[in-house]
Structure formats: structure tokens, C-alpha cells
């Protein structure tokens, strides 16, 4: 008999950031012997951040299961988080994949399933110690591994980190050469790519323009937290 | 009176390589005092490689002129050049634009476009040589500028090649903010992202599996270089 396809779901919603989805799905729809499935909450057509607009989703809940799991970032991500019917889907679909991945502020999603207490996760450089409110371990890294939990930091760590999985799925070997097909030689024009090394003027005017939105994204971070460390309500209300 | 809005038109169709597309538009969607409109040959949706489906594309003839034209690359990208419906509405919205632009093989579309004719232009690494079928000049470099004529090399050439465009456009601090709200602090897990680098056998694998496809695109390019050198019709027709 056959081994059966890997499937991959990778899981997108309203005002994702669609590179952190994209890039990865340039590498994870290569992969061979593997499926990749584009899921969203209801299915059918899902509009990211930037106006792009994906057709023909499937829904979370008709996929019965998968292999790996990915979750883009975006600024959504804080309120999906806070979205009982995608959290139920999300959590199910993870429960029994063998991979967690995630790229940028994904690793909240999953952070969010409860599937990475005393893990570490990288995420997006501006938002990586929201993942304490959940029980994970921020890491710094591009690509963070932590057994089969495999996440990377902001949008275009997304390249590096589906290299990582590929190599991981389909050989050293295979990931290379993808790597020489997708001319992945980066050159940035500037080097400001991190808060570490970018010009503290720069870093201060993108600290500036995130004041605004970062007290109702924490917001909705607390609460989804509040949510996971409560007991169930069967057990609050449970009265034998 | 308000200056007009810079319009960036992006031309997509169907088989283009979706990265090359979408990690230039995650830059040029967010230039300020511009808009990014995303074009097709027939407008609606328009399904790249890899499965991807992007919903309501403006069709080319529906827009009168653009500031900034882009062209990502694909496989398709030879197959474009000899469509001629296509290739009337590209010429058109390439001589009113400022800037011609393209990621990839889409250089070749630039190309076909006559654009290209004695100006330095970058390509995929293993597709740069077609350039010269149309008078212009394989540039090795990862970003090519030639005037206002600015292009990216394969795949992921697009976010060095999106980040240039975005600093001409809005400036350097701008360009160096972006870079850091997308974490662009690239670190690829191997190196093997161009050919001089890459190991032998890798390079020996990508061109092996290149084998198949190569003589038909190579077929269509010429064909398409063959009718821009020709005489136009009307000259050919003319009696008096």
C-alpha cells in the first residue's frame, strides 16, 4: 500500500499578512509526495493585508486532518486568537499534526492552542514577548526548533524558516536546490532588518508608528491568555 | 491642486511564480501617496504556480496609464510574450509609465515589449541569457538599474529589488523602516542561492531537471524576439 500524502494545511484569515504566507507556500507547494491545503475559517475567499484577495479556500472544520500545520502572522492574528469557532478548528487540527509551524506572529495562534507552554517559539521582533502570556519561550531566533514545533521570526524570516522545514521533510539535498531555483542569494539593500542593527532613528520612527496599535493587540492577547489558563467551564460548573 | 497619486500597476497572469509577485507587492502596497492597482490580461482571477488563486484583477485595457509598471516572471512568462491581446495592452501601459519594472522572467516581458533594446536588465540566472534575443543586456546583478528601468533577479531577488524601488520612490529612511517592520534580516540555511555558489551538485540536479522544459520556452522567446524585429505588418502591406 502506498504511503499515504503528507498534507500540509496552512491555515489564512482576514488581514493576515499575506508574505508571511506566500513565501512559505512557494516552498511548501513543492515539496513532493505532500499536499498543501489553503484553509480559513468559513472557506472561500480570504483578503489579506495589501488588498490580495485568495480564492477558493477550504474551510477548517471539512479537513479532517493533517500532517503540519502553518499559521501566518498579521495583524489579525491577536483577534483570531480571540475567535471561539477558529480557535476550536485551530486546536483540533493541531492536536493531532506531527509539526506546529508558524511564521511571525502565527507563533501566537499557536501559542494560542496551548501547544507551546514551556516551548520556545520566534515571532515577529516587536510582539515576540506576548508570547510569555501564554507560556512560551520568545526566541530570538530567524528559525526557532524546538522538537517539532518549528517557527519563525517576522514576514520574510518566512524564506529561512520553510527552507528549515523543507530540508527537514524532503532532504538537505532538495532544500538546496530550491534554494538555487528561487535565486535565494538575499542582498538587502540596507541593513536595518533587525532592532539590533538597524539605525536607532529608524528603530525609534517604527516603535513611533506601532504606539497606536500595540495597547488593543496586548489587549487581545490578555484575554485570550485569561481564557487558556482558565479551567475548562464543564469543570467550573461541574457540581457531582 | 493635490498632486496626482502615484500608480503602480502590477500585470499578473496565470502561471506567473506568485512570490515573485507577492513580495513586491507586500513593499509597494504600503508606499505612502500611492496606489497598487493589480492587473490581468481579462481582469477576475488569476491562478499563479504553486495553486494559488488571486480574485479581482483589473483587466489592462481598463486602465489608462500607470506611473510604475511591474512584471513578475514564471514560467508562463514566455508563453505571454506571444500573446498578442496581451502584449498590445503591455506595450501600451510600458510607453506611458516612468518606471518599468520587473522580478525574474518577468525581464523577458519587458523585454518583448521592445523596452528593453540596448538597456541592462536582470533575469533569472538560468533564464538571462534570453534577454539578449531582444537587444538587451544580461545584468548578473541581483538589482539592475538602467535609468528608470529597474529589475530583480530570480524569485526571491524581489524583496532587494521591492526595497530599492520603495527608497527611489519614498527614500531611504522609509525603505530601511519597511525593512524592519518585514524583519528582513535574511539568514538562508544553506548557501547555495546562486549558481557560482551553489555545490556542484546541486547546480548539476537544477540544471538536469531544467532539461525538459527549456527547449520549448527557449522556442516561444525567439519566436516572440522574431516578430519584435520584424517589420510591422503596415510596412510590409504598403503598396505606395
Redesign the interface.
Known amino acids: 500500500m502506498a504511503e499515504p500524502t503528507f498534507r500540509i494545511v496552512e491555515v489564512i484569515y482576514e488581514g493576515m ?3 508571511d504566507f ?2 512559505p ?2 516552498v511548501f ?2 515539496i513532493p509526495n505532500s499536499e ?1 491545503i ?1 484553509a480559513s475559517k468559513s472557506g472561500g ?1 480570504v483578503t489579506s ?8 479556500t477550504r474551510a477548517m472544520a471539512d479537513i479532517d486532518r493533517c500532517d503540519l500545520l502553518f499559521f501566518p502572522g498579521g495583524l489579525a492574528a491577536t483577534e483570531v486568537i480571540n475567535d471561539a469557532a477558529f480557535m476550536t478548528e485551530a486546536k483540533r487540527l493541531a492536536s493531532g499534526a506531527r509539526y506546529l509551524t508558524s511564521v ?1 506572529t502565527g507563533s501566537l495562534i499557536l501559542a494560542a492552542t496551548s501547544a507551546l507552554k514551556g516551548r520556545r517559539a520566534a515571532c ?2 516587536a510582539w515576540r514577548d506576548m508570547l510569555t502570556l501564554f507560556g512560551a519561550i520568545p526566541d530570538p531566533a ?2 526557532a526548533r524546538d522538537g517539532d514545533i518549528i517557527t519563525g ?5 518566512g ?2 524558516f520553510a ?2 522545514v523543507a ?1 527537514e521533510l524532503a532532504g ?2 532538495f ?3 530550491l ?12 541593513n ?4 539590533e ?3 536607532p ?3 525609534a ?2 516603535r513611533k ?1 506601532m504606539e497606536g496599535i500595540m495597547p488593543k493587540r496586548l489587549a487581545q492577547a490578555q484575554a485570550a491568555a485569561a481564557r487558556l489558563s482558565a479551567p475548562p467551564l464543564g469543570e467550573l460548573s461541574r457540581s457531582d
Chains 1, 2 share one sequence.
Open positions: 499578512t499575506q508574505l506566500t513565501a507556500h512557494t507547494s513543492r498543501t489553503v475567499a493585508d495589501g488588498g490580495l484577495t485568495f480564492a477558493g511571525c515577529h521582533w530567524r528559525v521570526g517576522g514576514v520574510t524570516a524564506i529561512d527552507l528549515t530540508a538537505d539535498d532544500a538546496q536546490a534554494q538555487l531555483n528561487l535565486e535565494y542569494a538575499p542582498s538587502p539593500p540596507f536595518a532588518g533587525r532592532p542593527i538597524a539605525p532613528e529608524i528603530l520612527r517604527v508608528n
